[in-house]
């Protein structure tokens, strides 16, 4: 079947720090990719998305590319600020489906 | 502003009794989703509906129901609440079935 698996979490960083959140795949043909993003107390939002082999998604600074060979969608930004700290989701579509990874909890710290 | 609501935004309910969680959006989108979100296991799909009139299971449909009587409304009820439904409860609506999904604030639902 269809699974998402991120890195486990919790994430600490300090403020300007690089950022990378390894998100890894399997599914039957070739899905979506997304990277969704919860800040505190709030719902899900959007960060990015893919939709074929070799997409880079970007926003935010954030950016994640497609990579069907070694089926991941690993998140990174450059430099991560304060407002970062968030859970981030990694999630592909099949067939209408959306799969969600289990979250990854990002603290960047001052 | 448009987007998605959800009330009540938290719960305290006492084991069998029936709760329904409501879920609107005013976007006129034609599918709407409900989750559930637990520790470590990220969002699970309990129900959805691909338009007004139709609803279909999800990952984890058993001990919930949903009907979608208008294109705004999705409401979600537990018929006699256990404990291990204790979890946020996310509502979310796309264009359609297959598009990016947008998501409500959610409901924290505790069950005692």
């Known amino acids: 079947g269809n699974s998402v698996t991120q890195m486990e979490g919790p994430v600490t960083l300090s403020e300007e720090a690089f950022l990378t959140i390894n998100c890894t795949y399997t599914a039957t043909g070739y899905p979506s990719l997304f990277w969704y993003v919860q800040y505190p107390g709030e719902g899900l939002q959007l960060l990015l998305k893919?939709?074929?082999?070799?997409d880079k998604g970007s926003n935010k600074g954030f950016e994640a590319t497609y990579r069907k060979e070694t089926t991941s969608f690993h998140l990174e930004k450059g430099s991560v600020q304060v407002s970062d700290s968030a859970v981030y989701f990694c999630?592909?579509?099949?067939?209408?489906?959306?799969?969600f990874g289990a979250g990854t909890i990002l603290r960047v710290k001052s | 502003i448009a987007g998605i609501t959800q009330a009540p935004t938290s719960q305290i309910l006492a084991a069998g009794r029936r709760m329904t969680l409501r879920c609107t959006q005013d976007m006129r989108h034609n599918a709407m989703y409900w989750y559930r979100q637990d520790l470590g296991l990220g969002l699970r799909l309990i129900h959805y509906s691909n338009t007004a009139g139709t609803t279909g299971k999800g990952e984890v449909p058993d001990g919930y129901s949903v009907s979608r009587a208008n294109t705004d409304d999705f409401p979600l009820t537990l018929a006699s609440a256990v404990p291990s439904q204790t979890s946020v409860y996310f509502c979310?609506?796309?264009?359609?079935?297959?598009?990016?999904?947008?998501f409500g604030p959610g409901t924290r639902l505790t069950v005692t």
């Open positions: 999630a592909l579509e099949y067939g209408n489906k959306l799969v």
């Open positions: 979310a609506s796309s264009e359609f079935r297959g598009s990016v999904q947008y």
């Open positions: 893919a939709t074929k082999a070799d």
